[in-house]
């Protein structure tokens, strides 16, 4: 694999595989194309049946593809704890299980599925069903927050931010929190053009089943209520289902499969 350093490579690399029929589960930005280069941690591999781009990491190294020949091999051991997933439309019927073939050939085992959830912006935001008073975390509430997350998430499949990426998204004030003098529910978000997405909802074990979801969801549903508002959550949570779809959220189709190495 050899190791990119400068951002204006990235794009004629993509467009060299972006072929009719290629798969692929690109859903890095341009943005986060630029700070895995300045970190050293963006790593690439060409072969005349597709392209392998990995972020490397301590755990796990987050691995995007471009496949167009599933009976090619890339010809490179990847490394262990590596994490990918395989995007499905709802049109999708013969590429998923053939790439998840392809992957469990290679050394990857699937774990479990994720869905995705959107809520349309035309919706009305009701949060008279909170219970508890939801407000933007303060940068004092990282260690608690960090500490919340890595105890909710499994590391490898949980993509979590460090701590230099969390303190920024709470000094822009995109991770909600329900505090009773310590912090008992967070949920994080991240905004694109147009789009919302939850990134992590987070109750404390000890505080559940008293309604913080539910709070959490609904101050975030009021708050960004006025976008297109997006969630992927892991597929049999039915606590987690209940609390969205309340909110009004609904699956549109779109799921996952991790895999891991």
């Known amino acids: 694999m050899r190791q990119i350093i400068d951002f204006s490579e990235v794009s004629p690399l993509i467009t060299a595989h972006m072929k009719p029929g290629v798969i692929t589960n690109n859903f890095v930005s341009a943005s986060e194309y630029r700070v895995e280069i300045s970190s050293g941690s963006l790593y690439v591999h060409e072969w005349h049946g597709g392209l392998l781009i990995i972020r490397r990491r301590n755990v796990p190294n987050l691995l995007t593809f471009y496949l167009h020949d599933l009976d090619t091999s890339p010809g490179i051991a990847l490394p262990l704890d590596t994490v990918t997933e395989i995007p499905q439309k709802p049109a999708d019927v013969s590429s998923v299980p053939a790439a998840v073939k392809y992957w469990s050939r290679l050394g990857f085992r699937p774990v479990f599925e994720r869905i995705r959830l959107t809520r349309r912006p035309d919706l009305s935001a009701d949060s008279n069903g909170c219970l508890h008073n ?3 975390a303060d940068p004092g509430d990282l260690p608690e927050i960090l500490t919340l997350l890595h105890s909710s998430f499994d590391q490898r499949t949980g993509c979590l931010p460090d701590e230099a990426t969390l303190r920024g998204d709470i000094e822009s004030g995109t991770v909600l929190c329900v505090k009773d003098q310590a912090i008992l529910g967070i949920l994080r978000v991240t905004a694109r053009t147009g789009t919302v997405e939850v990134r992590h909802l987070a109750v404390r074990e000890d505080a559940r089943s008293r309604g913080v979801a539910r ?6 549903a009021e708050r960004y209520g006025d976008n297109r508002c997006v969630v992927w959550m ?4 039915a606590p987690a289902m209940k609390t969205y779809t309340a909110a009004g959220f609904a699956p549109d189709g779109r799921r996952t499969v991790v895999l891991v190495k």
């Open 215 to 220: 709070s959490l969801v609904g101050a975030f």
């Open 134 to 136: 939801v407000c933007p």
């Open 234 to 237: 892991r597929e049999g949570l």
